[in-house]
């Protein structure tokens, strides 16, 4: 059986979890979880950059930081994660959704000035398979109404847009390390990415219980105390161990994705010609990171008959997302701005083929020819 996706493991993680395993720190934010921030806020850059449990929770961070209150609007796509809307309706926020672009299916930039009341707060692009949204646009749009930008990047580490790291673009971004992603902690985990300074003190607190540990570490105050609302968003020591391992390997990882991905698109180029199916289109100034391959098949018919296709020649492929707006929640905790044209029709095309750090020249050739089968 060919799996869709197997975590990420290069085999440098292994040392650094026993080292931790002997020693005495296992709580955040000991030497691998500072090593890992410095990495990122280095690399990025970033003003801030901080470890926590999952994107979800990086998410729900954002929300709290940003002061996100009962009755405020917040523009995303619904063609997403469950968790990009959740981490605002926790707050008390009502979510407006709008439709997607069909060709790299992240939010349509042109439809959310339309969707925009004096309620709204934050529009939060997701940079769907790791390929930005049009960023110049969306900053645009939310200096002249004074909004906030939150990135869900959690498939975006190591994409950019017009050269700037995904994530590092809005207010604020967040990155998931969870076992499907292009880089893992250890199955799950997030980054919270700060670019506005006046998150930075913040941050801390929230992430610590809501109180001045952080500083209290640093030698900046004398004892640390309850000072504003927050929660546990700090993943253990483990966790930053197995990352620093993943980070060392950061550009093998990705050159080794987009290899692979490459292959998938130069093999499978035959049958879009033919008109078959569709492949992803990369728009011009964005560098993706290979974190998903997808075709596109003519509707929902034709993409179930392939999914079974592919399950008898042991193959497994899957599909997502089942559009929020139609979801249950969705429909107590969302409205829908304007016409579903795409996001509907898109997301019942896709299907996603086996990728994953390590996936063999045989292991994508098998899945090629069951396509090429397919459509035979
Ligand atoms: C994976 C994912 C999330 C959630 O990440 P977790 O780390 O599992 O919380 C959120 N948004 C998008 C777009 C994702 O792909």
Known sequence: MIPFNKPPHTGLEDAYVREVLAGEKMSGDGPFGQKCQEWFEQSLPAKKALLTPSCTAALEMAAFLIDIR????????????????????????????VDIRPD?????????????????????????????CEMSSIMDIARRHDLFVVEDAAQGMMSSYKGQALGTIGHLGAFSFHETKNYTSGGEGGLLIINDARFAERAEIIREKGTNRSQFFRGMVDKYQWVDVGSSYLPCELQAAYLWGQ?????????SRLAAWSWYYENLLPLEKAGKIELPSIPDGCEHN??????????????TALLDHLKADDILAVFHYVPLHTASAGQRFARFEGQDLYTTQESERLVRVPLWYGITPSEQSRVLESITDFYR
């Open 247 to 255: 980070l060392e390997a950061a550009d093998d990882i990705n050159h």
């Open 70 to 97: 009962p009755g405020d609007e917040v523009i995303m796509p619904s063609y997403t994660f469950v968790s990009t809307a959740n981490a605002f309706v926790v707050r008390g926020a009502r979510i407006v959704f």
């Open 104 to 132: 790299t299916l992240n939010i349509d930039e042109q439809l959310i000035e339309t969707a925009i009341t004096d309620k709204t707060r934050a529009i939060v692009p997701v940079h769907y398979a790791g390929v930005s």
């Open 290 to 303: 290979a974190h998903m391959f997808y075709i596109k098949t003519a509707g929902l018919e034709e993409r």
